[in-house]
């Protein structure tokens, strides 16, 4: 208040009308309640570095929460995937077991399969032999005559 009382006394001095010096010192003191004073600024300036040192704390407390919840993830990971692999290997393991059991089983079938053709190629083999010795005897015996025949007459 007091420079505002100098300042309106300055202008009336310098021959301002007392009405536009008073104008301005109003805008003077308006555009001084804007201003902030270097005990203002300091107390923002201490405000600001105490919330950045709180904040700090506070983002390095969390950092390391976090990486303490990150740890305990990958060793409850790195357990469930030991898990999964070994049940993953014995269902493999059964797996294999099973299918040399069937393929073990379709061998077997298959020789026997494969005997029981070759006897069967031995008895049609038999059946044909019979057959041919069959018809060609009495075919060997017709031609017997036959020759017999032409050749007495």
């Known amino acids: 208040m007091k420079l505002s009382m100098n300042l309106y006394d300055a202008l009336t001095t310098i021959s301002v009308p007392p009405n536009k010096a008073k104008a301005v010192v109003n805008a003077w003191e308006s555009d001084m309640e804007k201003f ?4 203002d600024l300091l107390r923002t300036e201490t405000h600001l570095q105490a919330s950045i040192t709180e904040l700090g704390s506070e983002v390095r407390s969390l950092g390391t929460e976090l990486r303490s919840l990150i740890n305990q993830q990958g060793i409850e990971l790195r357990a469930a995937i030991k898990e999964q692999g070994a049940e993953l290997r014995a269902s493999i393991k059964e797996q294999g077991a099973e299918l040399r059991s069937a393929i073990t089983e379709q061998g077997a079938k298959f020789q026997i399969s494969t005997a029981e053709m070759d ?3 031995k008895i049609l083999r038999w059946q ?11 075919m060997l015996k017709l031609a017997y005559d036959m020759l017999v025949k ?3 007459n």
Do not use: D, G, H, Y
């Open 36 to 39: 902030a004073t270097k005990s």
């Open 119 to 121: 006897s069967q190629n």
């Open 128 to 138: 044909l032999s019979i057959l041919l010795v069959c018809f060609s005897i009495p």
């Open 150 to 152: 032409f050749t007495l």
